[in-house]
């Protein structure tokens, strides 16, 4: 019988499907190996597992029972372990206490038993002897430790959930070598204790070193699960990329490459900084230059850093023939650069403000403008939004009348009042719908017609392939290789994003 | 164990971290030494035994109020009807006790109820932020106005007197020692027993990360009304303090304290944003507020710059205290 069991799960955040139909099956002893590309529906699923996630539809089944998981709580009642990819631990605590904060031992009902969190910590804390590095002890506090030690508390906290079923979600991404071998070592001890475990990473060494099935996941949608020594590498990608993988990408989308013999945009030299290392490249005038791999592989921290909203630590930037060193974005609008953030909450929307006012406060940074007349302002407001077939029914109506991709539409608009040199897209169409994405990038290669370089990074793989005139494709915070003509399909870009780092 | 020899051999600031990590109201104790210096140069008298009691005793219930407000921030709330809570269960108990007679089982029997009432407007300000999710600053405002409206109700005019026996015992002495310093002796085995609660290991996770704690399995909405309770109740605490040192009932006295211990509790050390407090500074915090305020008067400030003094001073200390910090944890 199977352990545990997921019939038809589904999940949607307003109008984005994050999971469709999520089926699953995962038997005692073995590890299951979740497979899929970026925001195909992996993290939903474990976390309708786990509890933090209500799903719409769909059963879960947990030794042939159906079971309903109401919360975190309740999917730890119920036998279930999470390592959370974003981690879920308190940085002002301990690792101890991290450790054993879901259930902290008690004495007298009220106060911690020191000595009994001591040893139950310690007891996972002494399975990775030898491999934490310097610096870690059960009494320093989380926030002092480096992202790898960090990683291994919250692999210790979900092992000390003892519970049957374990769901790890990219639990090695910034381990090194020696602490993923005694990580699985211990995998396999569980596995032999009759556990099931979910297991999720983007390395395909090592998936194939420690799983035993491998289910793949693709748009939402179970497609299919395999037996992993029946299998090879090149058969799971082509599963995860579907029928259209080995297809170039349409080539007639992208714009013609000879459109931009007019020199450099821009060219970034062996730039550093948290995140990201050694990135060099150079975008033309009218070129889409597109970055690829998998989420948070430095993309969005090298774009951030260019923009001035990250630090730099060796390297340089030219924008034209002029050094380019932002130390703040307003430096670097100021300079010609413009940077459009999918995650519009934070980067883009002023939030209850008037349309008007979220379009022009670049004119006002670039043009020095103090004081300006209303009727001018809507003057230079129209066309730019005009060119983005913005719908809104008046400049005064609050921003957040406006649906996600409307106002995306009025975040870009922004920028096209006074032209920047250089244009930063990190992941602009997170979240939007359909049409309007096809409205956006229209509008990105009608700017890149007019001599602009743009830098797109994208979550989805499609956009990239259809849009961008070359790819780089970023791996573990450097770029692993580059995709040019006919080399733009999507097999090759997800092989090159899922090569072991 | 070999991470502590690491750390002994870490550099000047790197242990300086390390002492404050451990002891984050350092900075404010070495403010209240300095305070303490300053006012006796001031006036070498306000250092006596004399002015040091009560100067414990009037700033006891700002003293208690801060680490009412501090629990609430561990969780990463706030709580702006902590004075309002206090003028509620000062009005309240100095009727009930007048009602009563003005005995001792009538101060014991007020006290209970009074310690009820704290809790109670605790629990509803929990209920408010934590279950209905309302901003915690407008949504404590709001039941300030509320408390404060029923206090008015209880007691429409300041002035009713608290009964002799109440407020001769919070000022006078037992077996040779001034009252108060046995509040502080039993506020000090109160604070050691609370933090070595589970609540209060909890109240932090919670602040640290709301995500992470309701992640990791965590009840946090009632781990942050627990957190507004135990508020509540010290409010009531203070309110005892300050019947106690004023010797009246006053339904709007604990308005302006409110943001005053707001401040104690930045003032030592703890941060705002949760997760990351101490109930000791918040005491040196009070302690602090009610040194710049004694000093400001011994300077001999004349008393319409008073106030521009006091807020000066207070800016200064925070900026010196954020600036020890800063640099000790960079």
């Known amino acids: ?167 790890f979600d990219e639990p090695t991404s910034a381990l090194d070598r020696a602490q993923v071998d ?44 395999l037996n992993l020594n029946e299998t090879d590498p090149a058969a799971v990608i082509r599963l995860m990329v579907g029928g259209a993988g080995d297809m170039p990408a349409s080539r007639s989308s992208a714009p013609a490459v000879a459109s931009f013999a007019t020199g450099a945009a821009m060219t970034v030299d062996k730039l550093s900084g948290a995140g990201f290392r050694n990135v060099s490249f150079e975008v033309a005038k009218g070129e889409i230059l597109g970055l690829g791999g998998l989420h948070g592989q430095g993309q969005s921290a090298m774009l951030r850093a260019i923009f001035g909203a990250g630090a730099i630590t060796s390297g340089g930037i030219r924008i034209g023939g002029d050094h380019f060193d932002a130390r703040s974005p307003r430096d670097a609008i100021r300079r010609g650069c413009a940077y459009v953030s999918g995650d519009r909450g934070r980067d883009g929307v002023i939030v209850g403000r008037p349309i008007i006012e979220n379009v022009t406060p670049i004119h006002y940074l670039r043009d020095r403008l103090m004081i300006a007349h209303p009727r001018s302002l809507k003057e230079k407001a129209m066309p730019a ?33 006074d032209r920047p040199d250089v244009l930063l897209l990190d992941d602009p169409t997170k979240g939007i719908d359909l049409s309007a994405k096809a409205d956006l990038f229209a509008l990105i290669r009608q ?55 | 164990m070999t991470p502590t020899t690491t750390e002994t051999l870490s550099s000047h600031a790197g242990g300086l971290k390390l002492w404050l990590e451990r002891y984050p109201f350092l900075p404010a104790l070495i403010i209240v030494v300095a305070l303490l210096a300053l006012n006796g140069a001031f006036s070498p008298n306000s250092l006596g035994y004399r002015s040091l009691t009560g100067l414990l005793s009037t700033y006891m219930a700002l003293i208690m109020l801060a680490i009412a407000q501090t629990y609430v921030v561990s969780a990463g709330d706030i709580d702006l009807s902590a004075g309002a809570t206090l003028s509620l269960v000062n009005v309240a108990i100095v009727v009930l006790m007048e009602k009563w007679g003005g005995g001792a089982g009538a101060v014991v029997g007020a006290m209970l109820l009074g310690v009820l009432l704290g809790l109670v407007c605790g629990v509803i300000n929990g209920i408010v932020v934590a279950a209905l999710r309302l901003q915690a600053i407008v949504a404590t405002f709001a039941t300030s106005i509320f408390f404060t409206g029923v206090a008015l109700y209880v007691m429409p005019v300041a002035g009713t007197p608290a009964p002799a026996l109440f407020w001769r015992t919070y000022g006078g002495r037992l077996l040779g020692l001034p009252f108060v310093f046995y509040v502080l002796a039993a506020l000090a085995l109160l604070l050691f027993l609370l933090s070595r609660t589970r609540l209060v290991t909890q109240l932090l996770a919670v602040g640290d990360d709301q995500q992470a704690a309701y992640q990791t399995g965590l009840p946090v909405v009632l781990i942050r009304i627990k957190g507004y309770a135990l508020c509540g109740l010290f409010s009531a605490l203070a309110a005892f303090c300050l019947t106690g040192d004023t010797a009246s009932g006053d339904p709007l006295v604990g308005g302006k304290m409110t943001l005053y211990s707001v401040a104690a509790v930045v003032l030592g050390g703890s941060a705002l944003a949760g997760g990351w407090t101490t109930v000791v500074g918040s005491l040196l915090g009070a302690l602090t507020i009610g040194l710049v305020n004694s000093l400001v008067f011994f300077m001999g400030t004349p008393s319409e710059w008073q106030n521009f003094v006091q807020g000066l001073a207070i800016l200064f200390v925070l900026m010196a205290g954020v600036l020890a910090g800063r640099r000790a944890r960079a």
């Open chain 1, 1 to 167: 019988m199977s352990k545990l069991k997921l019939n038809g799960v589904s999940k949607a955040y307003g109008a984005t499907l994050a999971l469709r139909r999520g089926d699953l099956e995962i038997a005692a002893g073995e590890v299951h190996v979740l497979m899929g590309s970026n925001g195909s529906g992996k993290s939903t699923l474990c976390k309708i597992i786990a509890g933090s996630v209500r799903p719409d539809g769909g059963e879960i089944l947990i030794d042939g029972q159906p079971v309903t998981i109401s919360g975190p709580q309740s999917a730890r009642a119920q036998g279930i372990g999470i390592f959370y990819q974003e981690l879920s631990l308190a940085g002002n605590r301990s690792v101890e206490e991290n450790i054993c904060l879901a259930m902290l031992p008690v004495k007298a009902r009220m106060f911690i038993d020191r000595a009994a969190l001591k040893a139950r910590a310690a007891r996972y804390i002494d399975l990775f002897t030898g491999v934490f590095g310097d610096g870690f002890a059960a009494e320093t506090l989380v926030g002092n430790l480096r992202a790898d030690q960090r990683q291994l508390v919250e692999i210790m906290k979900a092992l000390a959930s003892e519970a049957p079923i374990l769901i």
């Open chain 1, 447 to 501: 700017l890149a017609a007019d001599g602009l370089g743009i830098l797109l990074y994208s979550s989805e793989d499609a956009e990239l392939l259809g849009n961008a005139n070359r790819i780089l494709v970023f791996n573990g915070g450097s770029v692993t290789r580059e995709l040019t003509g006919e080399d733009r399909t999507r097999y090759n870009l997800y092989q090159a994003a899922y090569e072991a780092a």
């Open chain 1, 385 to 417: 939004l005009a060119a983005m077939h913005t719908k809104f029914a008046s400049l005064l109506h609050p921003i957040n009348s406006l649906s996600g991709g409307n106002q995306q539409k009025v975040i870009i608009a922004r920028w096209l009042i």
């Open chain 1, 182 to 225: 005694r990580f699985f070592d211990i995998l396999r001890r569980l596995k032999r204790d009759g556990r099931g475990i979910i297991f999720i990473s983007h390395r395909m060494d090592e998936i194939t070193a420690i799983g035993d099935r491998v289910t793949i996941i693709r748009d939402g949608e179970t497609i299919k699960t």
